[in-house]
Every structure is written in structure tokens, then in C-alpha cells.
């Protein structure tokens, strides 16, 4: 079982920043970040490999990066340009198949969530 611990939410004005991090408590291949609006599905925001490689979901395309140090099981999301409309609660999850993509039915270990508000 591998537990995952998010942390770095808070409020923000839009266009500031905000940086999330996930911590996971045992080596996975795959780690990335949801966000769910309140009554809004849950969404795939951006995924990460061991070996690097990255998916983002189109709404966040080239405001958010996702970066990963793999000696700390740690998974980071870096917002810029936030909007009110990011606003949600975001969760870490994670997989140890082989397939990396931000799409919930791949992942088997989840966090708690943290939240992220934007005011316009």
C-alpha cells in the first residue's frame, strides 16, 4: 500500500501561483494530479513518469508544469496564470503499471486532496 500526502494548496488572486507537492510513501512508475471543481467531475490535470515523461490535461497546457524527484518519491505541480476556474480540490495519485496517463481509472493510490482557490 502506498500513501500519498499532498500539501502546498491555499488561496490566490487570479494570475499568481501556487505550488503543490506530493509525497509518496513507496517507490510507484507513475504519479499525477486531478483536480475536481465542486459539482464538476474529477479531471486529469497533469502525469508523470519515472523515466520523465510528461501528460497534461488541454486546460492547463503551458500554465502548469509537472516535475518529479524520484529520490524523494515526491511529485510537484508548478501553477502560473491561475484562474477562478482552476479553483478545486487537487488530489495526487498514483500507479505502479506501466501506463502513464492522467485518466482516474489508471491509478490505484490516492491522497486526501488540497485545496486551491482562485478569486478573480
Known amino acids: 500500500q502506498v500513501q500519498l500526502v499532498e500539501s502546498g494548496g491555499g488561496s490566490v488572486q487570479a494570475g499568481g501561483s501556487l505550488r503543490l507537492s506530493c509525497e509518496a510513501s513507496?517507490?510507484?512508475?507513475?504519479m499525477a494530479w486531478f483536480r475536481q471543481a465542486p459539482g464538476k467531475e474529477r479531471e486529469g490535470v497533469a502525469a508523470?513518469?519515472?523515466?520523465?515523461?510528461?501528460n497534461y490535461g488541454d486546460s492547463v497546457k503551458g500554465r502548469f508544469t509537472v516535475s518529479r524527484d524520484k529520490t524523494k518519491n515526491t511529485l510537484y505541480l508548478q501553477m502560473n496564470s491561475l484562474k477562478p476556474e482552476d479553483t478545486a480540490m487537487y488530489y495526487c495519485?498514483?500507479?505502479?503499471?506501466?501506463?502513464?496517463?492522467?485518466?482516474?481509472?489508471?491509478?490505484?493510490?490516492w491522497g486526501q486532496g488540497t485545496r486551491v482557490t482562485v478569486s478573480s
Open positions: 513507496g517507490s510507484v512508475y507513475c
Open positions: 508523470m513518469s519515472t523515466g520523465g515523461a510528461t
Open positions: 495519485a498514483a500507479t505502479r503499471t506501466r501506463i502513464c496517463s492522467p485518466q482516474e481509472f489508471r491509478f490505484d493510490y
